[in-house]
């Protein structure tokens, strides 16, 4: 399962982390990241409006907004996670893979909530400089690569 | 509200607990996650309102002093001891095994002695729950956000009687040195640094203990 990239887009839109998963993954300059994310981002609203169907109050089971949550393309698979607060997880990886990415995905939102929330010295929907959470993260994918799967029960 | 009029208020255990709460026991847990989040405030509230770094390391300090002062009081009382520690080594030992064990749950990993200064101790805590999850940014130079626990130690020490300057260090650890326990939020990776705690005795303290043979 290759991992190609992890992209955090806050509640306006403003991409807040971006972060290759591993050597296989295309560069991207900085630049052109803030333009995927803010291009992400109205893309996820307009098709939850676009929907045939729409969910009651526009928020789905968890109580997020609806939108897009999952693209499927030749060269690459993406999953995005929104959560509650407006905060957008988005993860691209290489399709055929056996890891199941909406966990991956949910884990990252748990490392999001411990290194990133209980930092002193970070900024809500500010950019995330956080050596903790890299380091968390980058852990979280070695393992999931190794493994196969995430090994972190639902113990909370 | 159930209330046994024999144990008093500082003996009652903390946490949810119904009509049949022990006495015995003083299992008194608080979520890591809701100390972190308060503690991150009151890092905050401090950084608000200062213009330099040693300036927030101080504030910090002297917060953890008030608590220190009374956790010396707690913890005497309930340990039932009736004479006062007087030596140098029984206090440290009583900081870094009681102390850090109602506070933290675990006794300090280790406490030293310094080899160039006869004045000076090192009690080393390889996880300290008030940095666990803080990522100090690069231009703020060596903070450390321990500032409060060292606070806390110097309290501790002047109540009792020997005043002491506290402060605290983040070393990284030595080939070999792994912490036996493991690492207390699962999700986190392993930390690559242990905060030493660095005593530095007035000098009137190291002659009165001297003189006491």
């Known amino acids: 399962m290759v991992f190609l990239h992890l992209f955090i887009v806050n509640k306006s839109g403003g991409l807040i ?8 993954a295309p560069k991207i300059s900085t630049n052109e990241w803030l333009r995927i994310g803010s291009t992400f981002h109205s893309l996820h609203a307009i098709a939850a409006e676009a929907s045939p169907l ?50 991956v995905l949910r884990e990252i939102y ?41 090994s972190m029960s639902k113990h909370r | 509200m159930n209330r046994s009029p024999l144990v008093n208020i500082l003996d009652r255990p903390l946490g949810k607990g119904g009509a049949t709460r022990s006495t ?20 905050q509230y401090h950084q608000n309102r200062v213009d330099s770094i040693s300036e927030l390391e101080r504030r ?57 200064h ?39 020490l002047e109540g009792a009687g020997f005043p002491a300057r506290v402060t605290a260090h983040s070393v990284s650890l030595e080939e070999g040195e792994t912490p036996s326990s493991i690492s207390s939020v699962v999700v986190l990776p392993p930390r690559k640094e242990k905060t030493v705690f660095l005593v530095k005795f007035a000098p009137t303290v190291l002659t009165r203990d001297n003189a006491m043979g």
């Open chain 2, 118 to 156: 006869a004045d000076e101790f090192m009690i080393v805590d390889y996880a300290p729950i008030t940095s666990t999850f803080v990522s100090v940014p690069s231009d703020f130079g060596g903070l450390s956000v321990d500032a409060y626990l060292s606070g806390i130690i110097a309290g501790i």
């Open chain 1, 54 to 103: 729409r969910l009651p109050n526009g928020k789905n089971a968890s109580g997020a907004d609806d939108g897009i949550e999952r693209i499927v393309a030749g060269g690459m698979e993406l999953r995005c996670l929104q959560t509650v607060t407006g905060i957008k997880f988005v993860i691209t990886a290489e399709p055929g893979g056996t890891v199941d990415l909406d966990s």
């Open chain 1, 110 to 150: 748990v490392l999001y909530a411990e290194c990133v929330c209980k930092d002193p010295f970070y900024e809500l929907e500010m950019p995330i400089r956080s050596e903790l959470f890299t380091q968390a993260v980058d852990a979280l994918i070695d393992r999931v690569e190794r493994l196969g799967h995430t």
């Open chain 1, 17 to 24: 982390h971006h972060r290759p998963l591993s050597a296989r």
């Open chain 2, 60 to 116: 910090l300090e002297a917060t953890g002093y008030s608590v220190g002062l009374r956790v010396l009081e707690l913890l005497a009382y309930r340990a039932r001891e009736y004479k006062r520690e007087t030596r140098l080594m029984n206090i440290l030992q009583f900081v870094s095994t009681t102390v850090w064990k109602s506070l933290f749950g675990k006794a300090a990993d280790s406490l030293e002695r310094s080899i160039d």
């Open chain 2, 24 to 43: 015995t026991t003083t299992d008194q847990s608080v979520s890591l996650s809701s100390f972190a989040y308060l503690y991150s405030e009151m890092v």
